[in-house]
C-alpha cells in the first residue's frame, strides 16, 4: 500500500509543479496565459528567430536594386515590341533555403551586335557579369551571351532583358539543393575527422609496413575529402549566383515558305481551290491544280515563282485565285493560284516555289532565299466501254504509227548486213559452175 501511494506521488508530482509555474508566471508578469506561452516559446527559439532576423535584413529587394532596376526600352521598341511574353515572377527573397535559379530567354532584336552589348550593360549596372559568349554571323546573325547575376537581382535582369527586343521564348526554374548541401557537409565533416584520426595514427607509426599502409589510406581519404569540397563549392557557387542564358537572333533572317497542293475534276479557272490531296480520274480528263503559299517565316516576301517540270506548269500559266504573285507578302499571309491541266497518265507532281525576302524598303535581303518543294500523286485510270468512232480511229493511227516504227527499227539493224546474201549467192553461182561444165563433158564423151 505504501509503494503504490508513493507512485502515485511521484506521478502527480510533476504535473503540479508545471501548473504551479505557469500560475507564477501569469502572476509575475501581469498578463494572462497565452502571452505567457508565447513568451516561453519565443525563448525556446531565440536562436532561429535571431537567424530569420538576420537573414530578412540582408534581402534586398528586385526594385531597389538602383542601378540594376529594369531599364527604358529600347528604340526597337516601335518595330518589334517589349516582348510577346511576360516573364514569370520567381519568389528571390531569402527563404531559408539554398535555390539556383537559371534561365534561358530568347529575344528577337534588329541589331545583334548593339543588343548583345546593351545586354552586357545592363548585367553589369545590376553588379552581375558576361560568363560566356558564342556569336555567328552572316546570313543569320546570333548571339548566345551566359549572365552570372546576384539572385535578388534575377527578377531585374528578366525584364530587362525582355525588353531589348521581342521575347519569342523564356524557360526559367528554381532547383532546391538544399538537401544536398547538408548531406555535403555532414559527409566533408566525417572525411575530415577521418583524416585527421589518420594523421595522428601515422604520426605514432613505427612500423614500414603500417607506414606504407597508412599513407595510402590518407591519400584515399584525403581525395574523397577534396572531391566532395569541390561538389560543395560548386553548389555555393550556383546558389551565389543566378545564370541566364540569352539568345539574341536577328528579326529579318528565317525566311520560310509554306506550300500545299490539291487537285479536283473539272476546269472553272480554280473557283473551286482547294481541292484534294492525290487525286484518282480517268485518262484524259480536265484537272484544276491549286496552290496555296504562305509566309511562314518573318521577313517580307515578294517575287513568287512558281513551276511544276512533270506537269510542265510554268508561272505565266497560273491563274490567280486569291491574291497576286507579284506583290509583296507580309509573315502570315497567304495568296492561292491555279492550274489547268490533262491528265494523260498518272504523275507524281514536284512543285517548285520560290521567293525572294525583302526588307522594310522592299531591298532585297541577299543570301537568304525562300524555296520549297512540294508533291502530290494524281492517278489516271482507263474508264473502260465500248470505244466511240475517234477513239479508234486514233487507236488506228497510233498502231500504224508504231507498226512503221518497228519497220524502220528492223531495216535499220539489217542494213549493216545487206551483203551477206549477195555473197552467199555468188558462193553458190561459183560451185555451181564447174558442176555444169563437168556434165556437159560427160554427155559429150557418151555420145562419142
Known amino acids: 500500500m505504501r509503494r503504490s501511494w508513493s507512485r502515485r506521488v511521484r506521478s502527480w508530482l510533476p504535473a503540479a509543479l508545471a501548473a504551479m509555474l505557469v500560475l507564477t508566471a501569469c502572476s509575475a508578469g501581469g498578463g494572462d496565459a497565452s502571452e505567457t506561452f508565447s513568451e516561453i516559446a519565443g525563448g525556446l527559439a531565440g536562436d532561429d528567430a535571431g537567424l530569420g532576423e538576420e537573414a530578412s535584413d540582408t534581402t534586398t529587394p528586385a526594385s531597389d536594386a538602383g542601378d540594376g532596376a529594369a531599364p527604358e526600352p529600347s528604340g526597337d521598341e516601335d518595330d518589334l515590341g517589349s516582348g510577346g511574353i511576360t516573364p514569370v515572377a520567381l519568389q528571390t527573397s531569402e527563404i531559408g533555403r539554398d535555390i539556383i535559379f537559371t534561365a534561358d530567354l530568347n529575344v528577337s532584336v534588329t541589331d545583334v551586335a548593339a543588343a548583345g552589348q546593351e545586354a552586357t550593360r545592363i548585367i553589369e549596372r545590376m553588379g552581375g557579369f ?80 603500417d607506414i606504407v599502409d597508412l599513407e595510402n589510406e ?100 497560273l491563274i490567280a485565285v486569291f491574291g497576286d504573285t507579284d506583290a509583296t507578302l507580309e509573315p502570315g499571309e497567304s495568296i492561292v493560284v491555279a492550274a489547268e491541266v490533262i491528265t494523260e497518265r498518272s504523275v507524281r507532281t514536284q512543285t517548285q516555289v520560290t521567293a525572294t525576302p525583302v526588307d522594310e524598303e522592299g531591298n532585297e535581303l541577299s543570301g537568304r532565299p525562300a524555296a520549297a518543294t512540294v508533291t502530290m500523286f494524281v492517278q489516271a485510270v482507263d474508264p473502260g466501254g465500248i470505244p466511240s468512232f475517234t477513239e479508234g480511229l486514233e487507236a488506228s493511227w497510233e498502231l500504224l504509227i508504231r507498226l512503221g516504227q518497228i519497220f524502220v527499227l528492223v531495216l535499220g539493224a539489217l542494213l549493216p548486213f545487206f551483203w551477206v546474201p549477195l555473197v552467199i549467192w555468188l558462193v553458190w553461182r561459183l560451185r555451181r559452175r564447174p558442176a555444169s561444165a563437168e556434165a556437159a563433158s560427160d554427155s559429150s564423151v557418151s555420145s562419142d
Open 130 to 209: 558576361l560568363f560566356g559568349q558564342q556569336t555567328t554571323g552572316s546570313p543569320e546573325p546570333r548571339s548566345i551571351l551566359t549572365f552570372k547575376v546576384a539572385p535578388q537581382d534575377f527578377q531585374a535582369a528578366l525584364t530587362a532583358l525582355g525588353s531589348i527586343g521581342e521575347l519569342r521564348s523564356q524557360n526559367v526554374s528554381a532547383s532546391d539543393v538544399t538537401e544536398r548541401i547538408v548531406d555535403l557537409e555532414s559527409r566533408i565533416n566525417t572525411a575530415t575527422a577521418s583524416v585527421q584520426r589518420l594523421r595522428t595514427l601515422l604520426e605514432q607509426a613505427t612500423d614500414i609496413e
Open 218 to 317: 590518407l591519400l584515399e581519404r584525403e581525395t574523397q575529402l577534396e572531391t566532395l569540397r569541390g561538389q560543395l563549392r560548386t553548389l555555393q557557387d550556383q546558389v551565389a549566383l543566378a545564370t541566364i542564358v540569352l539568345a539574341l537572333d536577328e528579326a529579318a533572317t528565317r525566311p520560310g515558305l509554306g506550300v500545299q497542293v490539291t487537285a479536283y475534276l473539272g476546269h472553272d479557272d480554280g473557283l473551286s481551290c482547294p481541292g484534294r490531296g492525290d487525286l484518282t480520274v480517268d485518262q484524259n480528263a480536265e484537272v484544276t491544280v491549286c496552290f496555296e503559299i504562305l509566309n511562314s517565316g518573318d521577313t517580307l516576301l515578294t517575287g513568287f515563282d512558281v513551276r511544276d517540270p512533270v506537269l510542265d506548269i510554268e508561272s505565266e500559266d
